[in-house]
């Protein structure tokens, strides 16, 4: 498996090819609860790297998920429509937000690896 890399925001990527997945951390799943409801972006819409593209509600607050790079939308996981807590059961696998075509690729190396990220969260608490 490729190795993610992680946002201040809370979301990681997983670079594979030419498409990044994205999603929210076991981190950010946690901090909010219960996840009732994921407002997804529209299909290939162009964001840049830190827009608001997506929005998680739970039983606690909604949040904003940010892009962690710039591109375009190609794909969106419909079956959070459906089964939105598999945000909780399954962050960073079967639970990803939605996947984009990276204008730079090289943009996701300059994200946190799991230890920078690590001691990100853990010098918030």
Not at 2 to 10: A, N, Q, W
Not at 83 to 93: K, Q
Request: aromatic share 8%; glycine share 8%.
């Amino acid at each position: 498996m490729t190795e993610l890399r992680f946002t201040k925001d809370h979301e990681w990527v997983r670079l594979e090819g030419e498409v990044a997945t994205v999603g929210i951390t076991d981190h950010a799943q946690n901090a909010l609860g219960d996840v009732v409801f994921v407002d997804l972006p529209e299909l290939g819409r162009e964001v840049a790297a830190g827009e608001a593209c997506a929005v998680v509600e739970s039983v606690k607050a909604a949040s904003d998920v940010y892009a962690p790079v710039a591109g375009r939308v190609v794909e969106t996981n419909a079956r959070l429509a459906e089964d939105p807590g598999l945000v909780n059961r399954e962050p960073t696998g079967e639970g990803w937000f939605f996947r984009i075509a990276p204008k730079d690729p090289a943009e996701v190396a300059g994200l946190m690896d799991a230890a920078a990220y690590a001691a990100f969260v853990e010098s918030q608490s």
